[in-house]
């Protein structure tokens, strides 16, 4: 389970609402009093997750930033953040209430390719839109699905309890799909351009790489374009260049490998930095405070 995961197991624990199956799938219902209790134990810091995770907003509002655009998530909202997102949680208020349903990546891939319903959403549909408003009726309507899901969960004893789950996690999507097709008016379909598909694909190759190529050039070479015009496509989508997002990205790999059981050196080579020095001046220029520093504030 990633980092995400293994914070909202502990906001679970205060709470005792997570239910989770097969380290797979993750269900939780919150209130402020569990979102100030979770971030006095692990602070949510900017992060891409290994999971596909859903957040419904019942009551109250959340701040959230997802690659590196803010929004503002209120009352009957869902939020869809992809393996792809670079996610931080900045702020709830005061009366929030809501739910979240994290399903890993290897689980939607086999459910995915297993399952006969036609995929709902796009990928790039999907990156465009992380944050949606349903009325209140279809708001209510998914979350009777997600309790749905979270019950079947928990009987464990069932004789077919992997069947059981798997058509309970079907279920809440045809019923996802279904609302976003019922208010596509609402929802951005309209062509992709060239540049905003390079974008995309751009992401989606430094979540897989960014540990191992930390040069432009490799990400150039691999949408078949050339440096200088991968950063001004970039520059354009996003107002960073391509080294900054390679920067960015390192930081979040390297914050999520910084406990206090790893060495420097343990993540400096899972990173691909030649030593640890490297690493460190890297991580103090990019974050302000050296590895050291920021294991010691994960305890």
Not at 75 to 96: A, L, Y
Not at 241 to 266: F, G, H, M, Y
Request: proline share 3%; hydrophobic share 40%; aromatic share 12%.
């Amino acid at each position: 389970m990633n980092n995400f995961v293994e914070a909202m197991r502990e906001l679970g624990s205060t709470q005792s609402t997570c239910e989770i199956y097969n380290n797979e799938l993750l269900t939780l219902s919150f209130d402020s009093v569990a979102v100030d209790a979770l971030r006095s134990i692990k602070p949510l810091a900017p992060a891409r997750y290994n999971a596909f995770v859903l957040v419904g907003i019942t009551q109250g509002s959340l701040q959230i930033q997802i690659d590196y655009v803010n929004y503002v998530a209120q009352n009957n909202t869902i939020v869809m953040i992809m393996p792809s997102h670079i996610t931080s949680f900045i702020k709830g208020s005061s009366d929030i209430k809501g739910w979240v349903l994290s399903v890993s990546a290897s689980y939607m891939e086999t459910f995915s390719s297993q399952s006969r319903t036609p995929t709902i959403l796009s990928y790039m549909q999907l990156k465009k839109n992380p944050v949606t408003t349903f009325d209140a009726k279809d708001y209510s309507e998914l979350c009777e699905s997600f309790d749905f899901l979270r019950n079947k969960i928990t009987q464990r004893n069932h004789v077919f309890y992997d069947d059981l789950i798997n058509v309970a996690v079907k279920l809440f999507f045809i019923e996802l799909g279904n609302i976003y097709i019922g208010q596509s008016v609402d929802f951005t379909t309209e062509t992709f351009s060239r540049q905003e598909e390079l974008f995309f694909e751009f992401q989606k190759l430094l979540m897989e790489h960014c540990t191992t190529h930390h040069d432009v050039a490799f990400y150039a070479d691999k949408l078949c374009i050339t440096t200088q015009y991968l950063s001004l496509i970039l520059n354009e989508q996003s107002g960073k260049s391509a080294s900054q997002w390679i920067q960015e990205a390192l930081v979040v790999e390297a914050k999520s490998l910084l406990k206090p059981r790893t060495s420097i050196q343990e993540v400096a080579d899972a990173l691909n930095f030649p030593d640890a020095s490297t690493f460190g001046k890297f991580f103090k220029k990019n974050t302000g405070v050296s590895p050291l520093t920021f294991k010691k504030s994960q305890r």
